[in-house]
């Protein structure tokens, strides 16, 4: 065990010394196919990383126990599965540390690492280190630094996994031989963790190489050409992506016959960067804190060209670039909502719903402040501007039952349903309007 | 032929309809939770019954048939979309339906754009909730619609959900409100409730028609919806089966009974549900908690052998009434323990008379009287004493252990929890609305089911995986029941789960506890729901402690106001106050319902006169009507604050008026923006001060249910402008609030942030007024004015730059005029309260706290204790930065930190929080100011508010803080 060292606040900091004696750092769970691959980014870092892939209802009943029980339920999740892990025997105590991304907005999410620090102290595991993951320059630690080599592999390996996730999403659901899609994602997730462990594949000219490869091969996946219900989902970070977050809604929705678009991740980093471009244009701030953040962006949006290059070119429907999706919002939300999702959840609404996508879960922890404001406060103006949008906004919690969220879910889909019945089949015949009124 | 099941959370309705969608056979009836065995009798029975059945097509909807149509291979119809199927064929040329059900309300618009709704996860219980609420009041549920007809005046009940209604109902009943008026206001709750969560901005008109079980029966409930909608609604024949007509009229495949009956009778689920170990691995394991526990007991007399001075005590709760009479060495002469039935006065009656009966010659020393009656039953019976329950539990507790460390009570509406430190009270734990009720739930439930509690608390015993049902709710847990049900777990293992439920939300709800050790060694657990066993186990269990439960757990109130009867009992002969056998022959009990008037808070009161003329008066919240003087508002910032914004008076300008709404953070901004605009020559108005009425204006527009009240006020404030003909409204988005130096970042949350875009996008009539919603910064006053012009100019070109900074300058100066002159206010009670050596409670929150619909004369509650009263804000720049335990990024919740560090510094200080419901903020805060106060050995008080807020608990809180501090 290294010596424990704290910062003037008291904080545990994470230092070399620790590092250099091998610790494990502990990662929750979010994307698992973005995260599979990153993880192999800090390896090559030099730091010794462990995705944590456990699941069940013990982590929700950790994470009650020890997180004030009204915090949303990422939270409860995310604590629950770290000091889960610290509590399982599997890991030695005095040679483990977590990391946790801290973004540094005005939503409750900001708080996690803190609140985290609170559930291990209760839980009497104060000597482990917790790494904040943040480009804010929020929390320093000795031991974990973030170098620009390390933040353009974490891009690539955000930009592969959204690319995955979008071709598997639109192959998964028609293809002929069940379980090709699955085998392929599995494949490039293998590969390119290898790829990343060696310090390979991030370059621009390698990510569009690979991406083309990537998509030729999950265009050879034979299909079928149903068709199915189109379902978006959209929300809270956390809920939208995580299986343990959302009862498993893909794993649903696919169950019950949709093919699903999960607007990916890199549109959110984009948001994240260009929110302090717009803070600037709105309240006044720094030039040169606005030319680093336009450098930035223009990176992210180099990148979605090469994504949307690679999609389009084999005949699957291509991420929307986030310059077209910020431009859906104008004149419904302002550009400065920017806490949580912000404005972006509304823009991925109304652009999911351009795209064909007009029957959308809206996915939000119980008691999810910005949501009120960007999800359900929002849905009357995206029907209003598209009338067949048809969302149901659906409210994650340790203590909602599950069966109560797929009913309402399964509504949604009855009217989703009648509406491609409607499209599709002989117009004369739609099922059930045959019936003559006998009263 | 077309067969249709409706397997709803309550009921299993089916329905046949023939070629001609003719009624054939109809069936309805509760199922008990016992599903499966009830679809194959009604099967088994329709095959009966109609010839040619065999043959039908068949489909199944309903919220609890989701997993038996899964099992079963039927196909299953989503009850909403079944709904809609049969109204389009049944009932053409419908526009809304409004259909509730045993758990879920829905509202279906058909015509002009086709939405179906159903309530979110927070609002749930409608039919359920009507069935609960009869329960309390004690009258069957077919009667309830006959009762409401009998109304003469309504109380406003929340409709948040079930669980805060009850909360609102039990003090109602305990000051003596009549039962007709009750119910009545339950229906027009339920309205309030189903419209507010479900038009969310649309208008519900035309032909509308009302479907459901509780619609259906009670005419009163439809009468009520048909006024709030100014329609006159239809509820059809068969208003019933509307579900199950839709899933007859869906239905794709032919029957198969056999091969139905045959899989809904070896239904067993996943088996996939979450659980936890069983409460005992064995009878031996159980026999020997039993006999642990049943060592703990009081010594018990006849009273007819018992000859001396006799202490009664009485605690009338919020669902049973317990009183016991007790001798002068402790012993327990006499006892009783009775359901509350919705009015404590005739049960003490009976109990007094009953006892004059056993103990002609009782020699009563004196009396006190404890719970949530204890103001009526002290004044109804001239008891000597009244006392607030934390202090008759931790008596009683300390007699059975004089060292206890933490005592816990879990009575049938509340949890309350102390740390004993040198035998004084060191910390209170109180549970808030959301986690209220969980005794009385268990109880509900079993009877739900069919059950005495006792019976399903002894299944919970034997339950070999007893299943996690959360700890949110009652509501949450009832419906996590059905999804463990479609998971087939057993009523056993349900009965062990809800015990641990209950047991959950006590430790890690309200009392935050995750260890043991937080608890201490010696805890004794009282309240009438530790009598279960297996609650008691599972509390014991998930603690890891052994724990003393007196034999008398039920009555530990009632005998803890008996000790502290004799403690006070003076040692001269004077007898008890408590009323003669004589007198009570005599006894007379009216009520009269009045309105106050006198403030603005109008409490709606319970005049309650007794045969001697003596009157007790309920539902006031401070003493004006008994006093009829103005209460002493010096001492309270709150009022004063008010005052001060109300001297905000529109002055005429050449530009026209520009409205602003009073809420959020206008509560300290109007200072700010109306001194800017004036200056800017624009005549400013403000919105009234909240009242229910405006509330209700607004309330069809908001869109997301679980929004905090402040918020949801807004939508009020807006119509209210709008009728005032006010043409501009200002109302701007704010990411950021002033930087007052107190924390890491100075953000508004998220709600106070960006409530005008919801405003804009849910709120018709906003489109017809100039509605500027700017983004502005008024944290960086130097870039300010220039970015402000530019927002100003698109609506008012003529505004010149060299204005709008004069405006600006103007307007920095007035908010800090505004903020001092609050401060010496604030300043000068203190310095009175130290001159008059009074406590100082430092009740924090928000600005916007300050409203009196938000706070519900709370302020005014707190001053009538004859303690000071100010705001966090008057005390929170005495203190300097400090690093906290969380991320301190928002500026009204640095206030608050530092107003804990400085109250932790003062010994006539307290703090008092007040936390809005669905606060998310506050999850962090409340931990955070807690922590601080306790590092130096100060309680925390919490006390959370919503839409209707009882006060009574609210009294507990404080008369209890009071009391542990010495008072």
């Keep these: 065990m290294a010596e424990l060292v704290y910062d003037k606040d008291g904080r545990l900091i994470y230092t070399k010394e620790m590092n250099d004696e091998g610790y494990k750092i502990l990662v929750p769970m979010m994307m698992p196919v973005h995260f599979g691959i990153l993880m192999d980014a800090f390896r090559h870092e030099g730091y010794n990383v462990e995705l944590l892939d456990t699941d069940g209802p013990d982590i929700a009943q950790t994470g009650l126990k020890y997180v004030h029980n009204d915090t949303c339920y990422p939270a409860l999740l995310v604590i629950g599965q770290l000091i889960n892990a610290l509590e399982s025997g599997k890991y030695d105590l005095n040679k483990t540390a977590l990391m946790i991304t801290q973004t540094g907005g005005g939503c409750r999410a900001s708080n996690y690492i803190h609140l985290l620090r609170k559930g291990l102290k209760k839980a009497g595991l104060e000597q482990i280190p917790v790494i904040s993951l943040n480009l804010s320059g929020l929390e320093k630690n000795p031991g974990f630094k973030i170098s620009l080599r390390l933040i353009r592999r974490v891009i690539a390996g955000l930009v592969y996994g959204d690319v995955l996730m979008t071709l598997r999403n639109q192959t998964k659901p028609y293809e002929v031989n069940k379980g090709e899609s699955e085998k392929l994602v599995l494949k490039w997730q293998t590969g390119l963790a290898k790829d990343f462990n060696e310090g390979k594949s991030y370059r621009f000219k390698e990510m569009e190489g690979i991406l083309d490869k990537m998509c030729s091969e999950f265009a050879q996946i034979e299909r079928t050409n149903e068709k199915k219900i189109r379902v978006g989902v959209v929300g809270e970070i956390y809920v939208k992506y995580a299986r343990l977050g959302n009862n498993d809604l893909e794993q649903f929705l696919f169950d019950q016959g949709c093919e699903i678009c999960l607007p990916g991740v890199m549109g959110f980093a984009a948001f ?6 717009e803070d600037i244009k709105l309240y006044g701030g720094s030039t040169a804190k606005r030319k680093v953040c336009e450098f930035l962006l223009n990176y992210v949006s180099k990148t979605e060209d090469l994504m949307i290059a690679a999609t389009s070119k084999y005949g699957f429907q291509p991420p929307s670039k986030y310059a077209h999706t910020k431009s859906l919002i104008d004149g419904v939300i302002g550009f400065g909502s920017k806490m949580g999702e912000g404005w972006l959840l509304t823009a991925e609404m109304l652009e999911l719903a351009e795209t064909g996508f007009e029957n959308i879960v809206c996915t939000q922890p119980f008691g999810c402040l910005p949501n009120h404001i960007n999800g359900k406060g929002m849905v009357r103006k995206i029907k209003e501007i598209n009338p067949k949008a048809n969302i149901v906004a659906i409210d994650y919690d340790p203590g909602a039952p599950r069966v109560n969220q797929e009913n309402r879910i399964k509504l949604m889909l009855a009217v989703a349903r009648e509406e491609l019945e409607n499209r599709y089949k002989d117009k004369s015949a739609p099922a059930n309007s045959k019936q003559t009124v006998a009263k | 032929m077309r067969l249709g099941l409706d397997i709803g959370s309550t009921t299993i309705k089916c329905v046949v309809l023939d070629e001609n969608n003719k009624l054939l056979y109809s069936t309805y009836e509760r199922h008990y939770s016992r599903i499966t065995e009830k ?12 010839k040619g059945v065999e043959n039908a097509l068949v489909a199944l909807s309903g919220s609890a048939g989701m997993g038996v149509a899964e099992q079963c291979g039927l196909s299953f119809v989503q009850e909403v979309y079944a709904t809609r199927v049969a109204a389009n064929t049944f009932i053409p040329g419908t526009d809304v339906i409004i259909e509730l059900g045993g758990e879920d309300a829905k509202i279906l618009f058909l015509s002009g754009g086709m939405e179906v709704r159903m309530n979110g996860t927070c609002a749930g219980g409608t039919g359920a909730f009507i069935d609960q609420m009869a329960t309390l009041l004690n009258v069957p549920l077919e009667e309830m619609n006959d009762l409401a007809k009998g109304y003469e005046k309504t109380y406003t009940i929340a409709s948040r959900c079930g669980v805060f209604a009850k909360t ?11 039962k007709a008026d009750i119910a009545q206001s339950i229906f027009r709750a339920v309205v309030n409730q189903t419209v507010a969560g479900l038009a969310q901005g649309r208008e519900i008109e035309g032909k ?7 619609l259906t029966f009670m005419g009163e409930l439809r009468k009520a919806f048909d006024e709030e909608l100014k329609t006159t609604g239809i509820c059809p024949e068969n208003s019933l089966y509307y579900v199950a007509f839709g899933a007859a009229l869906c239905a794709d495949s032919t029957i198969d009974f056999d091969e139905i009956i045959n899989k809904v009778s070896n239904y067993t689920g996943s088996g996939n549900f979450a659980f936890n170990p069983p409460l005992f691995k064995n009878e031996a394991e159980y026999e020997s908690f039993k006999e642990r526990h049943s060592r703990a007991t009081v010594n018990e007399v006849d009273i007819h052998d018992y ?28 006892s009783k323990y009775l359901p509350n039935s919705g009015n404590p006065v005739p049960i003490i009656k009976n109990f007094l008379e009953e006892l004059y009966e056993v103990k002609p010659d009782i020699d009563i020393k004196s009396s006190a009287v404890t719970g949530y009656g204890e103001d009526i039953i002290k004044n109804a019976f001239c008891v000597d004493y009244g006392i607030v329950e934390t202090v008759a539990h931790f008596t009683a507790a300390r007699s059975f252990m004089p060292d206890v460390e933490f005592v816990i009570d879990i009575g049938g509406q509340d949890i309350k929890c102390f740390k004993v430190h040198n035998g004084a009270i060191d910390n209170i734990f109180l549970n808030e609305a959301c986690s209220s009720g969980c005794g009385s739930f ?31 709710c009652t509501v949450f847990m009832n419906s996590s029941v059905k999804q463990a049900q479609k998971d087939g777990a057993t009523i056993e293992d349900i009965s062990g789960g809800l015990s641990l439920s209950v047991v959950k939300n006590a430790l890690y709800k309200v009392i935050r506890a995750s260890g043991p050790e937080e608890l201490g060694k010696k805890v004794v657990v009282q309240g009438g729901t530790f009598l279960n066993d297996a609650v008691l186990r599972a509390f014991e269990q998930e603690m890891g402690v052994d724990v003393v439960r007196p034999t008398i757990s039920g009555l530990m109130g009632a005998y803890g106001a008996a000790l502290y009867a004799k403690s006070r009992a003076k040692n001269s002969d004077e007898k008890s106050t408590i009323i003669t056998k004589d007198r009570l022959k005599d006894f007379v009990h009216k009520i009269k319902v009045v309105n106050c008037g006198m403030c603005s808070n109008n409490c709606r009161l319970t005049v309650n006169t007794f045969a001697d003329g003596r009157k007790f008066i309920g539902g006031n919240r401070c003493e004006r009507p008994i006093t009829k003087k103005n209460p002493d508002e010096s001492m309270n910032i709150y009022e004063y604050k008010l005052k001060k914004l109300a001297s905000y008076k529109p002055v005429e300008g050449s530009r026209g008026t520009i409205g602003i709404p009073m809420g959020l953070n206008m509560y300290e901004l109007l200072p700010f923006w109306h001194r800017f605009f004036t200056e800017l020559k624009f005549k400013v108005v403000r919105s009234p001060f909240s009242s229910r009425k405006l509330y209700q204006k607004g309330q069809q527009t908001i869109p997301s249910d679980t929004v905090c009240f402040p918020a949801k006020l807004m939508h009020g404030h807006m119509k209210a402008l709008i009728d005032m003909g006010v043409d501009k409204i200002f109302y701007p988005c704010m990411s950021y609030n002033l930087n007052e130096n107190l924390g890491d970042n100075h953000y508004n949350c998220p709600v106070v942030a960006y409530y005008p875009e919801v405003i804009y996008n849910n709120m018709r009539d906003i489109r017809n007024v100039t509605f500027i919603k700017d983004y502005v910064g008024i944290h960086r006053p130097k870039d300010f004015p220039k970015k402000m012009h530019t927002a100003l100019i698109k609506y008012f070109p003529d505004i010149t730059l060299k204005e709008v900074k004069n405006a600006a300058k103007n307007a920095y100066e007035e908010y800090n005029r505004y903020f001092e002159d609050i401060r010496r206010h604030g300043n000068e009670i203190i310095t009175k309260a130290e001159l008059e050596n009074k406590e100082i409670i430092v009740l924090s929150g928000r600005p916007y706290h300050v409203d009196p619909e938000i706070n519900h004369g709370i302020s005014k509650m707190i001053a009538s204790f004859g303690v000071a009263v100010v705001s966090e804000d008057c005390v929170s720049d005495r203190v300097e930065k400090f690093k906290v335990g969380v991320l301190n990024q928002w500026t009204y919740h640095s206030r608050l930190y530092a107003a804990a560090r400085y109250v932790s510094t003062r010994k006539d200080m307290e703090l008092v929080q007040l936390v809005s419901f669905g606060c998310g903020v506050d999850a962090i805060t409340t931990d955070e100011v807690r922590d601080i106060l306790e590092q130096s050995g100060k309680i925390y008080t919490q006390v959370k508010i919503d839409e209707i807020t009882n006060l009574g608990a609210v009294k507990i809180r404080i008369r209890s803080l009071l009391a542990a501090i010495g008072r």
């Design chain 2, 168 to 178: 609102d109902i039990q003090p109602l009943l305990n000051q003596g409100a009549r």
């Design chain 2, 208 to 214: 509308v028609v009302y479907l459901g079980g509780p």
């Design chain 2, 39 to 50: 679809i194959g009798e009604m099967l088994a029975r329709v095959r009966g019954k109609i």
């Design chain 1, 272 to 277: 994240k960067i260009d929110n302090r471009i």
């Design chain 2, 307 to 334: 000859n001396g001075k006799c202490y009664i005590g009485m605690d009338a709760g919020s669902t049973t009434v317990k009183a016991v009479v007790m001798g002068e060495n402790g012993e327990l002469l006499y």
């Design chain 2, 442 to 472: 268990l109880q509900t439930f079993a009877n739900a089911l069919g059950y005495s509690i006792q019976d399903f608390a002894t299944l919970g015993i034997y339950g070999k995986h007893p299943v996690d049902l959360g700890s949110r």
